[in-house]
């Protein structure tokens, strides 16, 4: 995932290879633990590809906001950006 840092810069956020499914991903972000996520790729190294799935988890996030009472501006901010472009 690609987190803009502000004036620090964006940078690529590391994650342990057990806490990189789907699942995980939308769990954390809506924990708010990544401050102000941009982009967020996918790879597969076993079979040597990587793509873009910002939009995909953007929309996904989209349809399960309903299902929490709070939802992190962070998240607010990256479905609105994602869902944008």
């Known amino acids: 995932?690609?987190?803009?840092?502000?004036?620090?810069?964006?940078?690529?956020?590391?994650?342990?290879?057990?806490?990189?499914?789907?699942?995980?991903?939308?769990?954390?972000?809506?924990?708010?633990?990544?401050?102000?996520?941009?982009?967020?790729?996918?790879?597969?190294?076993?079979?040597?590809?990587s793509r873009d799935v910002t939009k995909d988890i953007a929309d996904e996030l989209r349809r399960c906001i309903a299902e929490y009472d709070e939802v992190p501006r962070s998240v607010q901010e990256f479905v609105e950006a994602a869902l944008r472009c």
């Open 1 to 49: 995932m690609l987190n803009d840092f502000g004036r620090l810069g964006r940078a690529w956020c590391e994650a342990d290879e057990e806490g990189t499914d789907r699942k995980t991903l939308i769990r954390r972000l809506m924990d708010d633990q990544y401050s102000r996520p941009v982009r967020i790729v996918a790879f597969n190294t076993a079979e040597g590809w």
